[in-house]
């Protein structure tokens, strides 16, 4: 299981109902239902995604996340979860609005665009980088809002929202305490829990 899901597991209560938006194959999804016997429920708008998810157990529902959750009733779920994906949306500070109200807390994990390697290849090269977590050119990613660990605290103050946890991971080359000293230098992801 990749690192940044066994941290969400840790954060997600058991028994308690989840929504994943942007579940991907829902992966996340079925590994909380068989550990945590979550009652969950996926979003995802890619037709390949969705049929990994009916084959993979996950109750799926195709959607576009950028129209907002109005579907959905005020707290209707304990954890709101979006991995990934806050990057791709048209309006990140409504997206993170919209999962609080629909849930009591929310996940967050993105990639950190102010990762040192990032700021290397930029420097050095010119150019937009590409790598194993970000594979694409800058024509044809899906990443609108390349955001950073500093970003993300900064809107989390600015909406106003209460953190409960914050873990981010790191390249292997580097210890705890540089990832303590600089998350927003040596972090590749940033995981968030979040309330209003």
């Not at 949306?89 to 629909?102: A, G, I, S, Y």
């Amino acid at each position: 299981m990749r690192i940044d899901y066994r941290i969400i597991e840790d954060w997600v209560d058991p028994g308690s109902r989840v929504l994943d938006l942007g579940c991907g194959d829902g992966t996340l999804l079925k590994e909380l239902r068989e550990k945590k016997e979550v009652h969950g429920y996926g979003i995802e708008n890619n037709a390949e995604n969705i049929v990994r998810c009916v084959e993979n157990g996950v109750s799926v529902i195709e959607q576009d996340l950028d129209q907002g959750l109005s579907n959905y009733d005020d707290q209707s779920f304990d954890t709101v979860i979006m991995s990934q994906t806050i990057q791709t949306m048209q309006h990140p500070d409504k997206t993170l609005q919209e999962m609080l109200r629909v849930g009591r807390q929310c996940i967050v994990t993105f990639p950190n665009f102010g990762h040192w390697r990032a700021r290397m290849h930029l420097v050095f090269k010119g150019r937009m980088p590409v790598s194993d977590l970000l594979p694409y050119e800058w024509y044809n990613t899906p990443n609108i809002h390349f955001c950073t660990v500093s970003d993300f605290e900064d809107l989390c103050k600015a909406l106003e929202l209460n953190k409960l946890n914050a873990e981010v991971i790191f390249s292997r080359q580097f210890n705890a305490v540089l990832k303590k000293l600089n998350p927003n230098l040596f972090a590749t992801t940033a995981l968030y829990r979040l309330t209003k």
